[in-house]
Every structure is written in C-alpha cells, then in structure tokens.
C-alpha cells in the first residue's frame, strides 16, 4: 500500500507542476500590459489587427512602437497613431486556412464525384454489368475527395487567420 501512495503522490506533484495545469491559473495581466508584452515580441512590418477604446478596429503594418504610441501604416499612404494604454486587443496575422478548406473541399468532391461515378455507371449499364455498383461511388469518392481536398486547401490558403496576441 505504501508504494502505491508513494507513486500517486509523485503523480499528483508533477501533473500539478505541468505548464498546462500553470497555463489553467487566472490571467492577472490587464489588457495594456498584454498588448504591451504582445508588441515587444513583433517587429515592424508585421501585420496586425488592433482594436481600441477611441479608433475602433484598425488594420495595419507596424512602423514604429516606443512604449507608450504605436504607429500603423493603414494602407494609402495613411498612418494611426494609437496609445497603448487604450488598446484592448491585438490580433496578428499568420497562415491561413488550408487545412479546413481542404476538408470541406474532399467532403464535398468526394460525394458529388461519387455520386456521378453511380449515375454513370447506371447510364453506362449494359447486360452483364452490374448497374450503381458500389464500386461506382468508391471510385468517385475516392478521385473527388483528392480533387476537392487540393482545390479546397489552394482557396482556404488565401483566407487569412487571425491570432490573438498574448494569449499563447
């Protein structure tokens, strides 16, 4: 009995020493200091998505933040400058949606190639073949979930994701 507490007692102490469980503990950080942390760790040039108590959403590349001012380019030829203090979160751009587009894109291919391939072969039926053999449908699903999947994961790769920052 004493070695099985032992052990439960050594499992409990690293489960609770785990960043995961450390990562469940109740954020103390106020917005401005996590934006604060968030810029520190971006350059100039990334692209960001920032909203603010006074400018509302603004989309931009960084130009310059020394603490307290962050200056956008917004695109045009134009440029904000917002405080830090009255920034409530910041968002910053990287990959897109590949994986999700390419499984819509072989669900969707997959069933409507699948779907023709039975069609097909009813239209194609001649006296010793079996007409709408499953064998039909697993061709086309197999061709149009490879089709759809590429498709899907080209367009999905062209829609931008967004991450909050400071909230690794």
């Known amino acids: 009995m004493r070695p099985l507490c032992c052990a439960a007692s050594i499992v409990v102490l690293l489960a609770a020493l ?48 020394t603490g307290k001012i962050l200056t956008l380019d917004t695109g045009g030829g134009t440029r904000a400058g917002l405080l830090t203090s009255d920034v409530d979160s ?31 072969g009813k239209a194609n039926c001649e006296g010793g073949y079996s007409c709408g053999d499953a064998r039909d449908f697993v061709a086309g699903l197999v061709l149009g979930s490879a089709l759809g999947a590429g498709i899907g994961a080209l367009i999905g790769s062209l829609v931008p994701k967004w991450h909050l920052a400071g909230r690794e």
Not at 29 to 47: D, H, I, K
């Open 90 to 120: 910041l968002w910053t751009r990287g990959g897109g949606h590949a994986g999700t587009g390419a499984l819509i894109g072989a669900a969707v291919g997959g069933l409507a190639l699948g779907a023709g391939g039975v069609a097909l």
């Open 18 to 65: 785990s960043p995961e469980v450390r990562c469940q503990e109740p954020d103390t950080l106020s917005a401005p200091q996590r934006v604060g942390l968030a810029l520190a760790r971006l350059g100039a040039g990334q692209q960001v998505r920032v909203h603010s108590r006074h400018f509302g959403l603004t989309v931009g590349r960084i130009l310059a933040d």
